[in-house]
Structures are given as structure tokens and as C-alpha cells.
């Protein structure tokens, strides 16, 4: 079907202009050989090439690593699975130069994944020897699996052959990342998201290397998740088919911690909350006004304890969001009981927001766990926060620098660089936003832990959060993984690399759209992925 003349015009214009960003990153200093993403801490590599044998196999001489859970066996196969899932191998492998399997060495006993656990890996592929073994050594298992990832990276297929190639041996790589949370939101309010979407969200995850899935589970418009400390808040659902049960919660984060990836769980309170009261009307200031939580009550209180209750048999990483953002209170000030609740303990409004946040932090730690607040708690009062809190970044510069002065931990999402809904947010920004602007401080760049993209999900659903998430969120996950020292100083240097992984997403059977244009954007002409 034919284009009209002004789309087709202003498509061309955009695609020459990416055109000639891709062809000046062809030729711009990258080394062409190393189409991995995101670029290693160390690479170097040789010009040989090597065959992957039919019967490609696992080792683990060397190991103290015991794998009763098969997370390093299932994830081999599944990086066996990646590497082939395009094409059908049915060539005929030669007899010399095949590289007959992958050897992987890990120190570590210990299978927890908790913050910070070490990601380390070193990758080792030789050119030479009577049995050739791929090498991947690492201090856990969770390092491994970055290892097989990259390791997956470097394998072609010969559609000369029908096999699978490795070019450029030997390798030899060094790899850990530069921040140890590396997170993306997912909003399950906005939209229901059904669990094979949400899975595939996190396989794409572990191919960039991002480690922290944020279920923003809650919201105004919908209480999906079963509580059974509470078992009538979801009947703030949706519908009775767009919830998630107990079971469903842990599936995911199994799923999750079987990839390297933790949960971090939000509940956001006490804005943000109107969905509760559909179960419980008593949550509400008044049927008339809905939100904030009432503030004035037990049963508030009570609700969020059982919730984290609940939460903490099935969410184990260390951190629970409990948000804080954006809240109205004239509920309190125009719902008289709540007015008269103000006055008796002296409280106005704003104060009656602290003590609703600095009491939810508390029956968090009484759970075990550490709290992330949304950074409006900070800028309100954040010298009364726990020493334990982690600021939420989202509205803009320079708060990541007063936070850390205080003393506090630090994420950065700031909504003009890292908000994945704005889709006039283009790829070249999520690259060049740099956590630790204007920190120099060594001991305050430490309290930046990282940073996480948010898919917020009013205008996404099942449909299309894919193309909307990639390949933005990869151009953030190496800013947050890759060395300060080897990012590029200029997108434009990293286009075609960049361009390489979104073709291997769509290879991988992930709907990662083209960079040229905004965010979810559409292919502008007919024309070669690697060139969209």
C-alpha cells in the first residue's frame, strides 16, 4: 500500500538522518568484531573461527558449585535454545576447530540472590587445542549467567553451512557491572498484565543484563494481587479474570530469581490508593473522597501490615517500595472526621503526610525490610526519613546530589530521560543520562546504587509494552552496567551496535522497535533491520 506524499517525505528525511548516524558508527572507532551489548568491561578478541559442535555440552570441572536446582543447567539450555531459535542447524560440522562445549567454574556454594550479590564473570573462548572447551569463571552463579549471555552474543549462524559459528577467536573478556541495581518498572494497575507478558519481559531483561524488576502492582485504578491477610482487596481488580493470585506472585519471582533478576514490590501509599477501598470502604476518607488512605484510622495501618505481612513470604529481595509521591491530602482537610483526627493531635496536613509515610516505613522494618520512597518524601522531610531509605528519583535533576549529601541511597529515574511512556524520549537520551551527574564525591557516588527505566502503563497494555520498552531500555542498561570509561561520548558511535542487539531481540522473538524515530516507533520504510 502506497505511503502518503508528506508521511513519505518526512519518513525519508528520518531515515536518512539515521542512516547517516548508522553509517558514521560503522566507521566511528568501535570495533566491528565486538557487536556485544552492553560492551564488557574488558574485550579482546583474535581472528579465527570456530564451529559449535551438534553436541554442544555443559562442564563444570573446577566448580564448587553444586546446582541442585538445575539453574545453571536450565540456563545453559536456554542459551543453547537462544543461539539456534532462528535458523535450523542441520549442517555438517567439521572435524577440526569445533568447539566441543563450555566449561563453567563458580567458587560460590550459594545460590541466594541478594542485593549486590557479586556479577562478575570472566569468558575465555580458545583457538587452539585437541578438545576445544569454552571457559566462563565466576565468583557466583548469578555472574555465570551474564557469562552465558555473552557468550550467546558471540555466536552466527552460517547460512552457507546451516551451523553455528563463533568468529573472531580467541575471546577473552572481563566483565561486572558498574551499578548493582539496574531496574525497569512494569505498572500492573494501569493495565492487567497476563503472565506470559510479564515473563517475557523478564527474559528480555536478562539479555541487557538488567537485574531489578519493579512490579508497581497498585493503583488508584486497580488492586489485582490477592492478600489473604485481606482477602477483599482485590475485588479492587478490574475484573474477576485480571488478578493475580499468590501462586501467580511467586511464579514470577522465581521466574525472575532463575534469570539473575530481583522483584522489587511496590505499594504505593497513601496516595495513590483508591483501588483499596472497593473492598474495603473504610480505607477511604469518604465514598466521596477516596484518597489519600484515611490517615486518622487503625484499620489503615493494620491493612498495610498484613499486606507486607503477605508480601514478605513471597517478595525476598531486601527492598519494598512503599511510594509516596504525588499526594493531595484535601480528603483529610475537607472529610470532617479526619479534620477533627488533625486537630486532636495537632497535626496539619503536611504533617499528617510524614506521619503517614515515617509510620508505613516502620511496619516495613518490622517486616525485614529496607524501604524505597518516591523522592517527594525527601523533599518534605527528608531528614526524618530511616537512615535506611532509598530515594526514588523521577522529577528532575539535582536531587540525586542532595540525597546522597544527606547521606541517603539513590536511584535515578528521572522522568525527562528514563520515563519509557514519554515517547518523544528517544534512545540517544536514555544513553547519555548519567546517574552520577555532578557527584564527585567518591563516598556519595557509592550511595547512588543505581537506576531503573519506568514503563508506566496508561497507554500500554499486552499489546504493545514491548516495542515500547525496547530498545530504549537496552541504550540505559549499558549506561548502567558498561564502565563510565567505555561508554561513548556520542550515540551516534554506538548506533550500529545498538541497531545489532534490537535485530537479535526481534531474533529472540522479542517486539523491540526500530531506533530510527520516537519511542515505539514503526519501521519507516521497507529495508534491512539492521538499517530501522
Not at 540456563?75 to 535458523?87: I, P
Request: net charge neutral.
Amino acid at each position: 500500500m502506497p505511503m502518503g506524499k508528506g508521511n513519505r517525505g518526512r519518513g525519508i528525511l528520518l531515515l536518512l538522518g539515521f542512516l547517516a548516524c548508522f553509517e558514521e558508527a560503522a566507521f566511528g572507532g568501535e570495533d566491528e568484531a565486538v557487536n556485544l551489548w552492553p560492551m564488557p568491561k574488558s574485550v579482546s578478541h583474535g581472528s579465527r573461527t570456530l564451529s559449535l559442535s551438534k553436541d554442544f555440552k555443559l562442564t563444570t570441572k573446577g566448580s564448587k558449585y553444586p546446582d541442585g536446582s538445575a539453574l545453571l543447567k536450565d540456563a545453559f539450555e536456554r542459551m543453547v535454545d537462544v543461539v539456534q531459535v532462528n535458523h535450523i542447524v542441520d549442517g555438517r560440522v567439521p572435524s577440526s576447530m569445533v568447539l566441543a562445549g563450555l566449561n563453567v567454574a563458580i567458587s560460590s556454594a550459594d545460590d541466594v540472590l541478594k542485593f549486590g550479590v557479586d556479577e562478575s564473570y570472566k569468558l575465555d573462548v580458545p583457538a587452539v587445542g585437541s578438545l576445544i572447551y569454552a571457559n566462563i569463571e565466576a565468583k557466583t552463579v548469578y555472574g555465570a549467567l551474564h557469562g552465558l549471555e555473552t557468550f550467546s552474543q558471540l555466536c552466527h549462524f552460517n547460512f552457507n553451512k546451516r551451523i553455528v559459528e563463533l568468529y573472531s577467536v580467541p575471546w577473552s573478556i572481563f566483565d561486572e557491572p558498574r551499578f548493582p541495581f539496574r531496574g525497569l518498572l512494569i505498572d500492573t494497575s494501569r493495565h492487567y498484565l497476563p503472565l506470559p507478558v510479564i515473563k517475557v519481559v523478564i527474559d528480555s531483561m536478562a539479555y541487557s543484563k538488567l537485574n531489578v524488576l519493579h512490579w508497581h502492582i497498585v493503583d488508584e485504578q486497580s488492586f489485582p494481587l490477592e492478600i489473604p491477610s485481606y482477602p477483599r482487596l482485590w475485588f479492587g481488580s478490574y475484573s474477576y479474570s485480571e488478578r493475580y493470585t499468590v501462586a501467580d506472585a511467586l511464579e514470577i519471582v522465581q521466574y525472575a530469581e532463575r534469570r539473575g533478576i530481583n522483584v522489587l514490590a511496590e505499594i504505593d501509599v497513601p496516595g495513590h490508593a483508591g483501588s483499596w477501598g472497593v473492598g474495603y470502604p473504610a480505607l477511604w476518607p469518604s465514598t466521596q473522597c477516596k484518597q489519600p488512605l484515611d490517615v486518622s484510622k487503625k484499620f489503615t495501618f493494620k491493612v498495610i501490615d498484613g499486606i507486607l505481612s503477605d508480601f514478605s513470604k513471597i517478595f525476598k529481595f531486601k527492598f519494598v517500595h512503599l511510594g509516596g509521591d504525588e499526594v493531595n491530602t484535601t480528603c483529610w482537610t475537607n472529610t470532617p472526621h479526619v479534620k477533627e483526627w488533625l486537630n486532636k493531635h495537632g497535626m496539619d496536613e503536611s504533617e499528617a503526610y510524614k506521619y503517614f509515610v515515617l509510620r508505613a516505613q516502620k511496619i516495613a522494618i518490622s517486616h525485614g525490610y529496607e524501604v524505597v520512597n518516591w523522592e517527594e518524601t525527601f523533599n518534605n522531610f527528608g531528614r526524618q526519613l530511616s537512615p535506611k531509605t532509598v530515594v526514588h528519583n523521577w522529577l528532575g535533576g539535582g536531587v540525586a546530589k542532595k540525597v546522597v549529601a544527606a547521606g541517603l541511597r539513590c536511584i535515578v529515574s528521572n522522568q525527562d530521560k528514563w520515563y519509557l511512556d514519554h515517547l518523544d524520549a528517544t534512545w540517544e537520551g536514555f544513553y547519555m543520562n548519567e546517574p552520577l551527574t555532578n557527584i564527585t564525591v567518591p563516598e556519595e557516588q557509592k550511595r547512588v546504587i543505581g537506576g531503573e527505566v519506568c514503563m508506566w502503563g496508561e497507554h500500554i497494555d499486552a499489546s504493545d509494552i514491548e516495542q515500547t520498552i525496547w530498545p530504549r531500555a537496552a541504550a540505559a542498561a549499558e549506561r548502567l552496567w558498561t564502565p563510565l570509561e567505555k561508554l561513548a561520548n556520542d550515540p551516534t558511535q554506538v548506533t550500529g551496535r545498538l541497531a545489532r542487539f534490537r535485530c537479535l531481540l526481534n531474533q529472540r522473538g522479542i517486539a523491540a522497535a526500530p531506533l530510527a524515530g520516537q519511542g515505539r516507533a514503526i519501521p519507516i520504510e521497507p529495508g534491512s533491520c539492521l538499517k530501522q
